[in-house]
Each structure stands twice: as C-alpha cells, then as structure tokens.
C-alpha cells in the first residue's frame, strides 16, 4: 500500500510489537493447539469522516510461524502445509469495510495463503485514536475470522483409528494490531 497520504485518508502503520496474528485449529479432536506469525506488517489507510472508505493490507512472513514446537512449525512450514519457501508471504488486502455498530465493522477482502487468494470477511472492532506518551497517535484494531484450511491448500492429514481426524479443517484466526499514525 502505497505510503503517500491520499486526500482524505490517513496513514497507519503496524507496531509490530504490539501487533500479532494468532490461530487455533484442534488437534486429535480434543484440544484447541495456538499459534502465531512472529512477523507481519500492516498499513492502514484511514478516511476519518466516513471508515468504510478506509484500506487495510497485512502481510504476514509464513516462516515466522511459532506455536512452541519447533518440530511442529518445521512440519507446518513445510510442503504439507504453508510451504514457505515458495510461498513466502501470507497477505490480506480490504475490498469493503461495512460498519456494525459504533465501533464494530465487517472488513471483507482477499486472503492470500500458498498462493491460493480467497475472499473472506473479519468482524473487526476498533479502539482509539489515542495519544501515546510520545505525542503520537495509536489506533487499536481487533478482528476474528473462522476459514477452512483445505481452500487455501492446505490438506495434510491423518485419519485417527477412532474415527477423526489429526488437525481440524477450520481454523480460527485472532487479529490485534497496534496501529501507529504516520
């Protein structure tokens, strides 16, 4: 996304270490494993008479995958799964931002994995702007969305003696960005 400043729009950009983009997906039917991408980032461009006019892009690194086992995120950044040596970057670019409430939107836009781009929608909550201690301005924005892995390519499994699967087809996706005004 372009960095220039757009009549009306307003630029923000990731702080990434107060930023993250977590999953969970169930495992052996039983219990819900977490993860998350150590590395992203995300630029906002915000139309602040009317939100639903605004952009957002995040771009998220698939070999940054971290879900406290090594093993595990080799596994997932392998073929089976994200393949990020050909597929580097998962990315999600906003088409339409439809407002729920005050403070809550649906942003529905292309979600990038492996190469395969399909539309989603993210129930999205924003907080702010605030001062920071600094005289700048943050922005908070949180947003969930539930996706089927198997439509972006990602179909590795294994069928359980009782009857189920290894790893869930649905995973939920937590989105918190700390957003810094540029």
Do not use: C
Not at 52 to 63: G, K, M, Y
Not at 148 to 166: H, S
């Amino acid at each position: 996304m372009e960095a220039v400043q757009e009549r009306g729009l307003a630029n923000w950009q990731v702080d990434a270490a107060h930023s993250e983009v977590g999953f969970a997906v169930r495992h052996l039917m039983v219990a819900n494993v977490k993860g998350r991408f150590q590395n992203l980032t995300a630029d906002l461009q915000l139309e602040e008479s009317d939100p639903t006019h605004s952009r957002i892009r995040v771009d998220i690194d698939a070999a940054s995958i971290d879900t406290r086992s090594e093993q595990r995120d080799q596994h997932l950044r392998s073929a089976d799964f994200f393949d990020a040596e050909n597929h580097p970057r998962i990315s999600f670019q906003s088409d339409r931002i439809e407002r729920v409430s005050d403070d809550r939107y649906r942003v529905t836009g292309d979600l990038t994995i492996r190469g395969v781009t399909r539309q989603v929608s993210l129930d999205t909550e924003v907080s702010g702007p605030e001062k920071d201690p600094w005289g700048g301005e943050r922005l908070g924005v949180s947003a969930t969305t539930k996706i089927d892995r198997r439509d972006f390519g990602l179909t590795w499994n294994q069928a359980l003696e009782t009857g189920g699967l290894a790893v869930s087809h649905d995973v939920k996706i937590n989105i918190e960005l700390e957003l810094i005004r540029q």
